[in-house]
């Protein structure tokens, strides 16, 4: 099992639960999960607290899990990864999209509106810091950097004084 490598480090084999972090808690939770035969696995918000590493290891084992499992988690991304079917739950309902996450955002307009909007913003956030920076001219890119020196400076003589 080398993904529970990543997912443990040998000094926790002698620690309590009680003093790991969120972190730790929700990679060991995971390398109990890997470790354990089940036909019905249950996450909610399974990503939060685990870093990247963690969420790919997470991903490929929900996808060799042989039997059914139920995410709730408001990491899309994650869901790409790992659905196959999606249950929404609105107004006292359930609505049933027999297909992958993919599916679902062709099938409920209102979350493909969503994700629109939000990559649209994402896209003229990134154009705007793009022209920003290219809008500076030369003279003033020597100036603003010559503030941040004065700056620092100015910073650095002051904590020099209350010594």
Known sequence: MPALTILLHIVWLHLQVKVLSGGEKARLALAKFMCTKGTLLILDEPTNHLDIPSKETLEEAVRQFEGAVIAVSHDR???KQIATRVLLAEDCQLKDFQGDYEYYL???ETEAAKMEVKQQ???AIEKENTKSKSKMT???KERLKKEKAKAFNEAAA??????
């Open 77 to 79: 991304y994650f869901l």
């Open 106 to 108: 062709t099938k409920n």
């Open 121 to 123: 913003r994402a896209a």
């Open 138 to 140: 030369k003279a003033e």
């Open 158 to 163: 002051g904590k020099s004084k209350r010594r």
